[in-house]
């Protein structure tokens, strides 16, 4: 590995650190499969430059316009619902929901990989258009000759750097359009119902903490819509907070009191005063 990183040191740490990280995954798994009862401890280079590009709505659509239609439909998926680049390749139409209007993610890179996630109204035409054209035999979303039979990253590298050349923006890598998703949301929602939305793993708080499935479908209309305001909501995140003794809990209540007030504010210059005024 020492030998390893010698040779390649002279590039990206992070290209260096995607290999030490993959090396390090596969290692694991060899353990868990038994192959392997001891493994060596593997360490990432320092002082990697942490990609943290976020688009802005013109970027996203000016790349959205300049896809070709066999990319063009894999890029709205990535961008509308976050997910990892891979869960979108190896899609399965068994995995798609029109009933429930969710996309069901059966597995990825961690434990908390698997969820549903409701389709945008723009994804949910799109997948029908999809569904409709489709190979009944072929059980693929987005089927290709390659040994897999779905989408691989060889592929979409080139059908993205077309986008950005025709769409005249600087190169970013694919995963940003996932990246772009979680900020985004993050200001729509609690961390804990966004760790879910994402499939991320989060620290023990994690297991006190259940969000239920409405909460993902309210966080993804918050994304396209401005918030209501809900007096009844408003009340029980009221009382909610006075019995909370979870900390962690009581921040995100406070974060969600703090977007019902806004709302509010924005209605309350329409009310009629006292005087008759507006």
């Known amino acids: 590995v020492q030998q390893y990183i ?45 990609r943290d590009r976020v688009l802005s709505d013109a970027e996203a659509q000016a790349y959205l316009d300049s896809c070709s239609p066999e990319w063009r439909d894999v890029a709205l998926l990535l961008k509308d619902t976050g997910c990892r680049p891979s869960e979108i390749y190896a899609l399965l139409w068994a995995c798609v929901d029109f009933e429930a209007n969710c996309i069901h993610i059966e597995a990825g890179k961690t434990k908390r990989a698997k969820r549903d996630l409701p389709m945008s109204p723009e994804v949910f ?32 590298k080139k059908w993205h750097n077309k986008a950005l050349k025709a769409a005249g923006l600087e190169s970013w890598p694919i995963y940003t359009m996932r990246h772009t998703f979680g900020t985004s ?54 009382n909610e907070l006075v019995g909370c003794k979870d900390g962690k809990r009581a921040e995100a209540i406070k974060a969600e009191l703090r977007r019902h007030l806004a709302s509010l504010e924005k209605i309350t210059p329409n009310l009629p005063t006292e005087e008759g005024g507006k």
């Open 6 to 50: 010698r040779l390649k040191n002279v590039g990206s740490r992070s290209t260096v650190n995607r290999d030490l990280r993959t090396l390090r995954y596969a290692l694991h798994c060899a353990m868990d499969w038994n192959k392997l009862f001891r493994i060596p401890k593997i360490h990432l280079l320092a002082d990697e430059v942490i």
């Open 185 to 238: 949301m993050s200001t729509k929602t609690d961390s804990y119902t966004l760790a879910r939305i994402m499939g991320h793993s989060q620290a023990m708080t994690r297991r006190y903490v259940h969000p239920v499935d409405e909460s993902v479908r309210k966080a993804f209309q918050a994304k396209s819509e401005p918030a209501p305001f809900e007096p009844q909501e408003l009340v029980r995140l009221t």
């Open 125 to 156: 035409s799109m997948m029908m258009n999809r569904y409709q054209l489709r190979d009944p035999e072929n059980p693929w979303v987005f089927p290709s000759k390659s040994r897999s039979g779905h989408l691989g990253e060889s592929t979409t």
